[in-house]
C-alpha cells in the first residue's frame, strides 16, 4: 500500500485526534501517504479529502474533538453511496480506509470491507458500548470530565444538605453511569440494562435520612430515566430537597487523559499495521490488556455486558 | 470584644470557607474567640453553636463550598426570629456576627444591626449582584468553571459543525453570562437587564452563516430565556443544527481561583478588623481595587449596573 | 473475624483514601469493625489506633494523600519490632490487617503474615512497579498529572521554539517516563531500564532541527539521568536553546482519577473479602484487567518488566 | 489607518493569543488589515509577516503560549534594528503597530515611537511588574497555575507531615510568591523586595512545631532565594523533613482564566483604538478596576511596588 485515508464518524470522542496523529505519523514513518477525509463518511462520498504530513498534526494529543470533523452515518448505509464513495477513493489511488468511530461507524466499516474494499476500524466512543473491547477512546476521559463535575455539584449537595439527582449520558448503557457512580460514591445509579424499582429507592434514601445522611447522591443514565422525571416521582412520594444536574455535552469535549492518548496512540498504530498487510473488516481494541482485533461484524451486531461486579459494589460502599 | 460568631448564608460559593478560615485565623491572633454557627441564619435561631480553632479549619482555603453549611434566609424576615437570635447570642456572650454571604444574607445583616447588635457582612454570591462591590467571593471560580465547561462544549460544537445554545445561572442578572460570553467568544449573550430582539439574533445567525462561519455559540443567562425556549424558536426560524447545555450546578462548586481565595481572606481580616473597632451594618466588597465598606441597606436594596462596554465588546470580537 | 486494622505506607498515592473508605464502608456492610492505624507501621508501633465509621470516610473518594497519613518503612525491617506490632493488635482485639502501599509497605504484609498474623495489601504506588499487577493504585492519576504539567510546558515551547527536558518520577523504573512520553509526544524518553546513547540522541535532535522541527521534547525518570545533567551534556554538543523542568511532588499529589478511584474501591473490597476467608500474605492488583492475588513474597522480590512495545512506538510517533 | 502589524515580545504569557485575536477581529470590524509580525520584534527585522484573518484567530481565546511567537528582545536595542524595522513596515505600507509584551518589550515600543512610528502596548507578562497597572495579562492565570501545583505539593505534605519549601517565578519582584502564598496559606513568603531574616524563619518554624503544626509551606521567589538553598540553612539549624519543589515553566503555560482572557480583549480593544486616533508611545493596563494608558516610558523606567497589605496578611493567617 502507497495511499490510504482515514476518517473520524459518529459522535466526537477525547482521543481521535490523537489517533489520526498516530496514522498520520506512523504512516509517513513507513512510507504510506495519509489523506484525511473532512466530515465523516459525507466526506468520503464528497471527495473532501486533503493529504496530512506530520507538522500538520502538531500539537493534536492533547486537543479534544477531532480535527477532521464528523458526521452522523446514516445516509452511507446505501449501497449506492457505499460504491460512490470506493469510486473515489479508486479515482485518487487510495488503497485502503482507516475509521476512527463507534458503533455505527464500524458498520460502514463492515458495509465496505464486505465490498472488497480494505478498512480497518478504531474503537472510538465516549459510550464504551463496542463488543469485543473493555474500552473504547473516549470514554475514560468521558468519565473524569463527568466526575469532576459531580465532585464539583457534592459541594453544593452537602453545603445546603441537600440531594442530588445528575443524569450522565448512555441513551442505551450505563458504563458511563455505573463508572461515574462509584468513583463519586453515588449512594444509587440507574442504567438501562436493569429494571429498577421505584419502591426500592425510596426505601433506600429513607433509610439513610434515618440514618442522618445529609444528602443522596443519584445517578442516572439518560436512557434509564430522565433526571427530571425521576426528580417528580421522588419528590412526590418524599418530602426531601432534591436538585437536578444533567451533565450533558461536557462529558463528551475537553482533553483526552492519560489512557485515553495512549490507547488511541496503540490502536492507531495496530489498524496502520493490520490494514498494510492485508487485515480488513476488523475493528482495534483491548481486551484483557491486550490489543485485539474484533470481526467488524460482531462489533456492530453484538452486544457488550455491563460489570455486575462493579455494579453490586455501589450498593455496598453507599452505607 | 472577646467573642464573635461567623455564618454562612444563601447559596454556597467557592471562597466561603476561605473567608471562615480567615475569620477564625485572624480572631485567634488578636485573642477573639470565634464561634462557628452551622447551618446558617437557622442554625443561629436553633442555637447550631461550636468554637472554631486554627486547626479546625486547616486545608479550607481549597475546599468548595462551606463547611459550615447554609441555608435559605426567608423566615429571618421575621422580627420575632432576629430577637431570638440575639437573645441566643446573649445567652453565650456573642458580641458580634460576621455574615458571610449575597444579597439575601445581608438583609439579615442589616436587619440585626438595626436592633443593635454587631453585625459585619462579607459579600460572597456567584451572581456578584451585590451593589457597591466590583467583586463578590465566587463569582471568579463560578465564572472559570463556566469558561472550561463551554471549552469542551466548543470542542463538540467545532467537530460537528454544530451550534449551541448554553445557559448559565442568574436569575436577575446577567454578570455570569456576559463575563463567561466574552472568555469563550461567544457570537451572541442574552441578559436578563437587555431585551433581546429575536428577529436579531436570527439575522446574526444568517450572516454568519453565509460567511461560512461553521457554528454559531450563543450564550444565555437563565432569566432571559431558558436554552430550550430559544433553542424551539430559533429551529422554527432556520434550518441549523443546534444543542442546549444547560451548564447548572457545577458553576457553584469546586476549588477557588486565586482571585476568591485573596479577596475571601481580605474581605474577612477588613470585616473582623472592623467589628472590633464598633463597625456594624455594613458589607465589606471591593471598588476600584480597594477593599470598601459599603452600607448593608444600600447593598440589599440598590441595583448593581452592569458593565454595558463589556456587553458592547461581545459583537464586535465575534465577526 | 470481627475486628480488623488498615493502613497505609511508604509514598502516598492518590487513591489511598479511596481505598480506606472502600476498606471503612464495606467492613462496616459485613459487621467488622475497622481501626485506622495513622502514620503507616510507625503507628503500629505507637499503638496509634483509631476506629472509624463510614461518615469518617465520607468525602474522600476525591481527596488526593493519605488521611491515615503514612511515614517510611525501614524500622519495620527488625522482628521485634514486628512482634511487639502483633502484640499490639492482640492487646486491642485486632485479628487482621490490610497494608495499603507499594513494594517496601508489602514487605511489611510478608513479614508479619510470615509470622503467622494474618495480612492483605493493596498494591498502591506512583511508580508502578510492583511485580504481578498491571497498574498500581495511583499511577493514573501521577501520569496524568505529569501530562497536564507537560502540556502547559509545551505551549512555552512553541512559542519560543525552545527545546525541553522534563524530568518526571521513577528512580529505579520507567513507567511514569514511558508513559508521560507517548501522551506528550515526546520525541525522546530516557528510562533506568535503557542503557541510553548519547551519540544517539544529539544525531536524532540534529536530524529534527534539519526537518524544522522547532522544538524537542525530551522525558527522562529522574533514575535514568538528571535533566540538569543532560542539558549540560547537550549543550556542549549542540548549539541549541534547551531549558530543564523538574516536575517532582506534584505528580504525587491531586485528586485522583477514575481509574485509580475504581480500582481502590476494587482492591479494598476484595482485600477484605480475602481477609476474611482466611487469606494472607497476599497483595490484591489487577492483571490482564482481572482483579488478582499476587503473593507478598513475589511482589516484593521479583521485578515487574516495562511494557517494550510502548517504549518502541515512541521513536515511530515523533517524526 | 489601513494597515497595522501586532506581535507579542519577551516571556510567553496565557492570554496574549486572546489579545491577538481582539486586534484580529475588532481591527476587522473596524476595516484595519492586521499583519501578523512572527517571532516578535526579530520577525520585525527578518520581515516574518503575515496577514490575519477572523477565521485565523478562531480557537485562540483557550489557548496558552502565543501563535505568533516570541523572542528576547535584547537586539532590538541597536537604533540601526529599530530604523530597519520601521523601513521593513513603511515598505509594506503598515502605519502603526502594538506590542504585547512585559517590561523589555514596552521598551521597544518606547524606542519606535520616539522615531515617530506609531506603537501602543498591551501590557503582557506573567511577572505583573509592570509600572501603572494592577494586573498584567498571563499573572492571574500564572498564579492560578502555582495554586494548583501547590495544592497538590500540600496533599503529599500533610500524608507524611513533611514540609516543603515551594520554588515560585519571580527573579526580581515578588508579586507571584505572594499571591500564591496567600491563596495556598503558606507559613512563610521570601520575596526579593523584602530582606529577611532567617533568624526569624526558623523561629518561626520552632514555634509551629510546638504548637503542634505537622508541617510548614515556605514559598519563595527565585529572586529571594533559591529554594535549594533555603533547604539547606534550615536543615542546618533544625532537626526537620523539609522537601523542595521548583515549580517552573508550568506556571507560564496553560488555557487562561478569566480574567485572563478578559483583560486581554478590553487592552488589545483600548490599543486599537487608541492606535488608530493616533496614539502612541502608551501602554494599555488596569489601574483601579479602570483600563488605563500609561506612558510607555514611565512603564518601563518605573518601579511598582507591592501590595503591602497583602504581604503583612500572611503572617496573621498563619497561626
Redesign the interface.
Known sequence: MKRIAVL?SGG?A?G?NAAI??VV??G??RNIEVIGVR?GFRGLIEKNFNPLL??DVS?L??????VL???RTDEFKSEEIQEKAIENFKSEHIEGLIVIGGNGSQSGNFALSKKDFPVMGVASTIDNDLWGT?YTIGF?TA???A???I??????A????RS?IVEVMGRDRGFIAI??A????ADIVLIPEVRFDIGKIIKNIKEGMEK?KLHHLIVCAEGAIHARDLEQIIKSRLDIEI????????Q????P???D??IA??FA?RALTELIQGGTGKVVGI????IVLIPAEDAVTKQKDINS??YK?IE????
Open positions: 473520524t466526537d477525547p481521535m496523529r498516530s505519523r506512523i509517513f514513518s466530515g506530520p507538522r500539537g494529543l492533547e486537543k479534544g474533538g477531532t470533523l464528523t458526521s473493555d475514560d468519565v473524569n470530565n466526575i469532576q463535575a465532585d464539583k455539584i457534592r459541594d453544593v452537602t453545603s445546603h444538605a442530588f463508572d461515574s462509584i468513583a463519586t460514591g442522618k436538585r437536578v444536574s444533567v451533565l450533558g455535552y461536557i463528551r469535549g475537553g482533553s487523559t492519560r489512557f492518548r495512549i496512540t496503540l498504530e481486551k484483557d490488556n491486550q461486579s462493579l459494589i455496598e460502599v453507599s452505607v
